[in-house]
Each structure stands twice: as C-alpha cells, then as structure tokens.
C-alpha cells in the first residue's frame, strides 16, 4: 500500500467514509470513482507538483486522495495559487519512487505564521495509523484541524487506513452541531481547543469512545476534567512535531510522560531540550521544546524559542500558564511578553475566567498563586481578565508580543 486511494480500496464500498448529518453521506465507493474519474480527465497532471493554498477542508479530502500516488509532489499551505486555490506546476524534482508522492507540509509557530515546509511521504504520514479495520469500524472521528496542517493529515490517514469515517464541519462556529448529527464517538484536539469544548458544553452528551490532545502541553487539571466528562473514553496525548511526525503517546492520564520513552530516538540536552530521531541510525533532530526531569517522569516546559527575557533572566510563558490553569475560576490562560522600556520585557498575564468566582477575587487569587509558585522574575506584571483568547489556525494559543 502506497497511497490514500489503496486504502480505500481495501475496504467494502458501502462504507461511510465522509459523514454528512442530516445531509446525507460519501461512501468509500463514491470517492473510488472521483479518484478514478480525476485521474482519467487529468492525466497530464501525473508525476507534477500541486500547490494548494487556502482550499475548504471538505474539497481537500478528495483532492488529496485523487493527487497521492498521482503526482509528484503536493505542497500544502502554498501561497499564490490563484482563486480555486489550487495550482499544478512542472515538477522540480523527481523521487526515486514514481508512484510515492512527497507531501510538502508546512510548519507554523505558535504567532500563527507558517514558517517552512517539511517533506514526508505516505510512509512517514502512515507510520503510526493504526489499522485494525474492525475496531476502525466503529469509529467517526471529527475533524476539528485543517487538513493542510500535519495534525489534519493524521486524522484523515486514521481514517482511511484505519476503516474509520471522518466528519468535516464545513463552518468551524458550527462543527459540534455537525459533529453530534454525524454521530462523532472520536476527537481529537489542542488542548486549548478542549478548554473551550469543556467550557461550553459543545458536545451536548455525546460519549466519546477515543478522546486524544496534541500541539500543546497538556496538564493535569484539563486530563483530569477529560476522563470525568468521558470516563469511558481512551485519553491519548499524543507527542507529535512536523519535522518527525508522530513521536509517542501517553495513555496513563498523567502529565507529562515517563522518563522510560528516553533512549534510543529520545534524549534530552543539557539544556533540557528534547531531541528526536526517526530511528537508530538516522539524525538527530532537535524538537525546541524545553523538558524538565523530575523523577520518573518527564514534564514540557514550553518552546526554547518562546521564552520571555525578563531583564535577562528567560521565563517559560508555559510555566506561568501552568500555575494559573490550576486556580479555581480560570478556564484558560495566556503568558507573553510585553515590551518594557527599563528591563526589555514583562510577563503580561491574560486569564479567561470560567465565571465561577469574582473578577476581582480571581485576579488576586491568580496573582497571589503566581508569587508563592514561580521566581520573582515570573510573576506577571501586567493580568488582564479577557473574554476569549484567540487560536491559531491549528488550533493552538496565540503568542504575540503584548
């Protein structure tokens, strides 16, 4: 198997592979045929690079299954594709596999700006699929990422491969309601967006069978708040970066993750930065993520690139977030630094309260936790009490500079 329309193939075509609630469905069958129709009316696109820019979710999926094993190449999050979103262009390089596109994926920092693009294959993106097409059966997994972020690509590997069907919101402000008339039982998301699921009761009580975060640090209190509103949900944190895919999982509902994952294709610096590699004998790759080692287990401490500097001194905004996320009457939380004429920068503290406690009772409740946890330097200087935080497009935090 080397391409998203093999897997397809190998199951019965009247499965359901795109829900679409009260609107009816897309069999596994019906996207077979698109595949073959596309290809037969566009074969001078075969062995070519398609770029592909800011194309709807629901329209990408085809695509994708009719381009991979088809093209050369498909680079997604491209600019300067035209109106349709799409662009097919001579191929600039050949792969020592003709029938095996590269999939040029593109990596985005937490300030929401795509920075470079890394290559995969259908190997690397498939690696860790699991596919037990009896067990995939069962499932119907929303999905809340766009599908031209490495998180999105995963979910509909998972879904192909794996047996299972995938429900697209074609409007994210509608996606629960989507997501519960398509009969979703598997989720996966930030943790940021779980906060704001939690919050809002989006999922109605809808039980989810498979429950998994990825993207950002998950702690305790959001673990703990995810297996009692699912308690027959499997919790999964999945450890994943564009550079290397999917990395490892933590199924133990603990933060963090045990210091036994360390060895052979994981260590830490003596930094504390977390380095990767696909296997024994390929490349080290450093993630830029900072771990700190406490005991038997392991704990994400933020970004090497996102520290503030403090009149010198660097704070993690994750460590301040970390502290605060554990204050009754605080849904969500954000640290950044904020310009200071005297020492360079501030901690700025924006807390999104749950409306359980008041305002100004929280906001010294915040303040008084943040003195008594973390260094003088830490404390924020500035807490603002805000509505919302807003998201990146995949689904992360924000971080701006204040």
């Known amino acids: ?81 035209g109106d349709d979103g799409v662009r097919m262009e001579a191929s600039t ?39 037990d097409l009896g067990v995939g059966k069962a499932l119907v997994w929303g999905l809340l990422y766009d599908l031209h972020r490495f998180a999105g690509l995963q979910l509909l590997f998972q879904a192909v491969l794996g047996g299972s069907a995938l429900a697209i919101a074609t409007k994210r402000e509608s996606a629960m309601i989507a997501f519960r008339e398509a009969g979703v039982n598997a989720l996966s998301a930030t943790p940021s967006q779980w906060r704001g699921l939690l919050q809002s009761g989006g999922l109605g009580q809808r039980d989810l069978q498979f429950v998994t975060l990825g993207g950002e640090i998950a702690d305790a209190k959001l673990l703990n708040a995810l297996k009692t509103r699912f308690p027959r ?25 045990p210091t ?27 993630t830029g ?4 080692r406490v005991g038997d287990r392991c704990f994400f401490r933020g970004r090497a690139d996102g520290m503030i500097n403090v009149g010198g001194a660097k704070v993690a905004p994750e460590s301040v977030e970390a502290v605060v996320l554990g204050v009754p009457g605080v849904r969500m939380a954000l640290a950044r630094g904020k310009r200071s004429g005297v020492i360079g920068e501030v901690v700025e503290l924006l807390v999104v309260p749950d409306g359980s406690v008041a305002e100004e009772v929280l906001r010294e409740e915040v303040l008084d936790s943040c003195v008594h946890q973390l260094e003088r330097h830490a404390v924020p200087a500035v807490v603002r009490l805000v509505d919302h935080l807003p998201l990146t497009g995949a689904g992360k935090l ?5």
């Open 93 to 131: 390089g050949t792969s020592s596999y003709p029938d095996r596109t590269r999939w040029l994926v593109p990596t985005s920092g937490t300030s929401g700006r795509e920075r470079r693009w890394v290559t995969h294959d259908f190997e690397s993106l498939a690696r860790e699929v699991k596919r």
């Open 398 to 402: 924000c971080r701006g500079k204040g």
């Open 260 to 286: 036994a994952y360390l060895g052979k294709c994981w260590r830490l610096d003596d930094d504390g930065c977390l380095w990767g590699r696909l296997s024994e004998t390929a490349a080290w790759v450093d």
């Open 233 to 257: 949900a499997r919790v999964t944190h999945v450890y994943a970066s564009t550079e290397l895919g999917v990395g490892f999982s933590v199924k133990d509902g603990r933060a963090g993750f």
């Open 1 to 81: 198997m080397t391409s998203l329309v093999d897997g397809l193939r190998r199951r019965g075509s009247e499965e359901v592979l795109f829900p679409l609630g009260g609107r009816g469905c897309v069999l596994v069958g019906d996207v077979v045929a698109f595949v073959d129709r596309w290809r037969a009316e566009h074969v001078s696109w075969r062995g070519q690079l398609v770029r592909v820019g800011n194309l709807e979710s629901a329209a990408l999926a085809l695509f994708l299954c009719a381009w991979d094993g088809w093209v050369s190449a498909i680079q997604l999050g491209a600019c300067d594709v």
């Open 289 to 292: 993520d900072l771990v700190k």
